[in-house]
DNA sequence: GCCAAGACTTGACCGTAGAAGG
DNA sequence: CCTTCTACGGTCAAGTCTTGGC
């Protein structure tokens, strides 16, 4: 309802107090020796603080990486005085263990600490979090959400990165790029220190950047998913999905037609049928691909499999570097098709080869709507697995069924929790211990026939256990069936909220059932809007 | 018109607060 | 009340998509 800004206009105010600095490093006690072909050596404090980066995560499968070893030693010799870098050449002579026990030690302390002092932590970051954590922009004060610069450390990347293990520096308030209104009070620098820049650009929605040195990308501090900035924005990306629903069809016909095209790269255009992969720089990431870059190696084709016929099998490191692999059954015309694009071609060689992804190609404008599409497509799919069970937990169970449905088809897989059996036993035993006290409970319901009063006890405590039960089973069947599921990014994502909410309000489902704290607040706008015949 | 830089979204992973269990 | 477990939220890497400068 707020007035509306002219197009590119993020904003008209906005004032901050500006980011807060990882802490300053703190050496290493006395005690703590560092080893070098098994004699102590007394560090610098720079090497030092290098050293304990990797003295951390020496636990971590990542310190036997070949590469990551070799990117954290050339880094860390980058650190180290003349005389360090003439002494050590060998990581493998480096003893970290004393430091790793020292840091141990330390997080167990932490654990191990009084009531008292873990309250004085929080009222600390409370502090922090009220000092530093919002903004006001224009009539709203609004929670930033990563106001804290990262520190520095070791870059992690995931898959098989080529830079793992290189030095991701200390970021300085001379690093940094400010921006917020003209009226509006500039943050001052810490002392003794100067922004790098302080501008005021209100066509874009960041409060803070920075340049980091791994990928020379740029970093920011932005504003929580619960701000008007990414609300409104998130509207915007479910609107445009309803406005695909009404030409979705149009574009399946066309680009069926365009199978059987003269031209090769609109044929390409019309298998590839949605934009997902850019081109990578080669070296610089793992690497990884989306469909626009699939190559031939990525997919087999089986004319005949497992009784369907023209399966494409995939298979190929993901986003994240995460497995994708899939049979799927095509049409004939398609598999017809991948076919002719695999010809004379070497596994190394993209499949799509025809299509320019970065290129302004006005033709091939209309696939590029990965977002717009997937949205479209799971909202519906979500829609099409609600049904109307008649208590609240199998309510509960078909909602999550649904949004299970949606992560699948994403392969939004995840690493089975270290506890999920003995938890899943835990369930069942406590299922078993009800099952027992419900068939007492019947028994006992049996032989008071006779009495009224103690009946009717009997009635309210068998009617009782039973409702227990059937919510222990419910829990067990939803934990079970999400095993190896992550729910979360297809509901915080893909799917329109109004949906969700539509239908708790029409079933009488507490929205608080579905949605967490954090989920409702990035959904504020969604829940205030959406009443129950909400139609995507 | 191209494409690198910039902006913004998505996604896995991990530590821990606090809920649940004993 | 203490211990165990798990959901939550923070973190930051890795994508997608847009913009702006040449």
Redesign the pocket.
Known sequence: EAERYPE?I?WKFLEHKGPVF?PPYEPLPEGVKFYYDGKVMKLSPKAEEVATFFAKMLD?EYTTKEIFRKNFFKDWRKEMTNDEKNMITNLSKCDFTQMSQYFKAQ?EA??QMSKEE?QK??EENEKL?KEY?FCVMDNHRERI???????P?L?????N?P??GML?RRIMPEDI?I?CSKDAKVPSPPPGHKWKEVRH?N????LV?W??N???????I?L??SSR??GE??WQ?YETARRLKKCVDKIRNQYREDWKSKEMKVRQRAVLAL???????EGE??D?V????LRVEHINLHPELDGQEYVVEFDF??????RYYNKVPVEKRVFKNLQLFMENKQPEDDLFDRL??????KSCQRI????????YKLTLLLFYFFTADENVPAKILSYNRANRAVAIL??????P????E???M??Q??IDAKKDQLADARRDLKSAKADAKVMKDAKTKKYRLEEQLMKLEVQATD?EENKQI?L???K???LDPRITVAWCKKWGVPIEKIY????R?KFAWAIDMTDEDYEF
């Not at 959400?145 to 520190?151: G, L, M, R, V």
């Not at 590029?368 to 949205?375: G, I, R, W």
Request: proline share 3%; with cysteine.
């Open positions: 590119g993020k990882a971590h997080s932490r654990k873990k932590i929080k979090l954590g959400a990563n106001f804290k610069i990262e520190p450390g870059f992690r990347g995931r898959g990165h830079k793992m991701k790029i921006n650009d066509k874009v929605t960041w950047s340049t980091e791994i990928q020379g990308s740029i970093k920011y932005m929580n998913p900035i990414k924005k998130d990306k934009r997902a992969g850019n081109e990578k720089e990431t793992a990884t989306g469909c626009c870059s490191p993901g986003k994240d570097s995460i320019n992804v970065t290129s302004k190609d590029y709507f990965m977002y717009t599409f997937l949205v994403c392969n939004h897989q995840r690493a929790p270290k506890t999920f003995k938890s899943m835990n369930l035993s406590k934990r992550a979360g990014t297809s915080l994502n893909y967490n704290k954090t989920q607040e």
